[in-house]
């Protein structure tokens, strides 16, 4: 059973930078994409948004409005993904979830104050 924990949410003021961390267990990590997801304040489960993904080979991808802003990187030695998020606005505030197929953590929140 893939186990997913996500860490290094927490509040700050836009223009700021914050890392997550998501550490993985129970599957083949370097075998799997991993992604990032968010929802927002007032959102339903179904609204929850696509953020970013990496490949099992490293590739990158990102929802448009955080392109430039968010990096999405893994460390396959410690079977984590990271996602560095800077020049924070208040619309990046949600709670972000880390995903690996249909398993997903428990999620971190993020608050963007303006």
């Known amino acids: 059973q893939v186990q997913l924990a996500e860490s290094g949410g927490g509040w700050v003021q836009a223009g700021g930078s914050l890392r997550l961390s998501c550490a993985a267990s129970?599957?083949?990590?370097?075998?799997?994409?991993v992604d990032w997801y968010r929802q927002a304040p007032g959102k339903r489960r179904d609204q929850r948004e696509w953020v970013a993904t990496i490949t099992r080979a490293g590739n990158r991808l990102y929802t448009d409005s955080v392109e430039g802003r968010f990096t999405i990187s893994r460390d396959n030695a410690k079977n984590t993904t990271y996602l560095q998020m800077s020049s924070l606005k208040s619309e990046d505030t949600a709670v972000y979830y880390c995903?690996?197929?249909?398993?997903w953590g428990q999620g971190t929140q993020v608050t963007v104050s303006s």
């Open positions: 995903v690996i197929g249909l398993d």
């Open positions: 129970g599957t083949i990590f370097r075998d799997v994409a």
